[in-house]
């Protein structure tokens, strides 16, 4: 299969293995040693040898632990098929047995071998022992790595699919390992998915931002999956609390999509989105991510997204899927890369003494997402306030005369225009 030829440079490293057999260290030794760096608690305390752990010994090791769980995968694939078309062939004899208890749901089927199935491959985002690389341990804040909260939503996500007919679930990942972006595209061909759902949370560089969002392919019908899939997830981590930013695109200086998992997902021919849960710099974001029952009910919420979408039941099979409405751009769905237009303020003076400002801004090719304003000229800003829907907001602000006010509005792309700073 044309994916294994990543694993070519791996035979290269097998008289080093030998001989460090040879040298009477034995690599199961190094293997548990390994194996146990992995285990790092939510602190984000390691308790590995770092540098035994980034050895290339090790990549080995782990290497042909990926090549054997993918074998296992596809063993176990093949295995849940026989047992499944066994299961049918005893719920077939029940039902002729017993026709009084045999429900008859249009839609639902009692032979699921022939019924549509959808694989989806979850991808919880980065993973691996590194202790530095940023690609390994994600974003990371309050002592709490972003791969293994994304690990844990993960494993809820599939845990609530399993309560769905009509979908197969698979995880690039199940442990704390170090997979590159090809890596987890070509397990995705590996085992046919159908769509790959990559699972992070966000910071960003001022801990200002806070919302959901998804990215997708800006191509084709590699962007109207991957919106629709993502917009129904959306909708589910609004419902949960947080802020949607929406579904959005970004694209490289080549004109390829930007982010790796997209790219090569798209090039193996399959749909692939990123859901960006939230800011784990944030607190009101954070709120919704701190405890494990949390990150079970963000992976609980994206398996809901995801089956509204595609028209999955819980605990049916349904033999026909329903058919999708998806609407596939002409040409790439461009992110936005202007700031907001239009941005100024006025304030007047109410009744009672205090200020009213109104703040206007307009965004063509987006929305405008948020605000804040500075009271000194531009040292400290306000908390990132919501926008709303038009192409204003007003708020009232205690103003002694002495400020110097600047106002920023940022597009839902987190791009800003600022006011000139303006004594009150
Ligand atoms: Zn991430």
């Known amino acids: 299969m044309r994916h294994r030829r990543r694993y070519g440079r791996r035979r290269s490293f097998r008289p080093l293995i030998l001989s460090l057999a040879i040298c009477g260290i034995s690599i199961a030794a190094v293997a548990a040693v390994w194996s146990k760096s992995g285990t790092i608690d939510r602190s984000g305390k390691f308790t ?11 990549r080995e090791i782990y290497e042909q632990a990926l090549e054997e769980q993918e074998r296992k995968a596809a063993a176990d694939l093949a295995e849940d098929r026989e047992t499944e078309e066994e299961e049918n062939t005893g719920q077939a004899q029940e039902t002729q047995r017993e026709p009084d208890t045999a429900i008859s749901i249009a839609g639902e089927v009692t032979d699921e071998a022939s019924a549509p199935k959808l694989r989806i491959v979850l991808d919880p985002g980065h993973g691996g022992p590194g202790v530095k690389d940023e690609q390994e341990l994600g974003a990371i804040y309050r002592d709490t790595y972003e791969k293994y909260l994304t690990l844990e939503i993960a494993q809820a996500m599939r845990e609530e699919l399993s309560g769905y007919g009509n979908v ?17 595209a070509a397990y995705a061909e590996a085992v046919g998915g159908d769509l790959l759902v990559s699972l992070h949370l966000n910071a960003s560089a001022e801990h200002n931002f806070y919302g959901s969002e998804v990215f997708v392919s800006a191509f084709e019908h590699f962007h109207a999956r991957g919106a629709g899939v993502g917009e129904s997830i959306l909708k589910q981590l609004t419902d949960y609390g947080f802020v949607s930013k929406g579904v959005k695109t970004r694209l490289g200086s080549k004109g390829a999509d930007y982010y790796g998992i997209i790219r090569e997902c798209k090039s193996l021919g399959i749909p692939a989105l990123i859901v960006e849960h939230g800011y784990m710099d944030e607190d009101s974001d954070w709120a919704r991510m701190n405890t ?13 997204g995801l089956a509204a979408y595609f028209g999955l039941e819980k605990g049916r099979t349904l033999s026909a899927l329903p058919e999708l409405e998806e609407t ?29 400002i109104t703040l206007h801004g307009v965004e063509r090719e987006s929305r405008v997402m948020y605000y804040d304003y500075s009271l000194d000229g531009g040292a400290v800003y306000s908390k990132l306030q919501l926008w709303g829907t038009g192409e204003s907001v007003q708020f009232p602000l205690e103003l002694t005369g002495e400020e110097q006010l600047v106002f920023r509005v940022y597009n839902n792309y987190e791009l800003r225009t600022e006011t000139p700073a303006a004594g009150s």
């Open 48 to 58: 590995g040898p770092v540098i035994l752990a980034q050895s290339e010994i090790l």
């Open 168 to 184: 197969e679930v698979f995880m690039t990942r199940d442990t704390d390992k170090a997979l590159t972006l090809k890596e987890r």
């Open 292 to 304: 494990s029952e949390s990150l079970k009910a963000l992976g609980q919420r994206d398996a809901a």
């Open 328 to 356: 596939i751009p002409a040409s790439p769905v461009r992110p936005d890369t202007t700031p907001p237009e239009e941005v100024w303020y006025k304030k007047e003076q109410r009744g009672d003494g205090k200020w009213m």
